[in-house]
């Protein structure tokens, strides 16, 4: 099941609701980062990309870094906002 906050059935919920969905979601952000190769890619850019709520784009990003299939470049990136966002990378197997 995807994560969610204990003890908050909305939260249960809203990852019970996205759980046939979650695999897919993290295939198609991990295709997209990996296509960038050293480039990598924000979260924000991830959500344009793939058309996804912050939300949603975030905690497939969350994923696949727990996961070990992305890293965190240790670079930082304006997103739309302006702000500087972590650029993650594929890792190299």
Known sequence: ???????????????EAIRPHAPRQ??????????RYSDGMTCDEVELELGLSHQTASARIRDLVKAGAIVDSGRRR?????RKAAVYVAKMP
């Open 78 to 82: 304006s997103t739309r906002t302006g």
């Open 26 to 35: 993290q295939d198609r952000a991990l295709a997209s980062i990996a296509a």
């Open 1 to 15: 099941m995807p994560p969610h906050v204990a003890g908050s059935d909305t939260s249960r919920a809203a990852a």
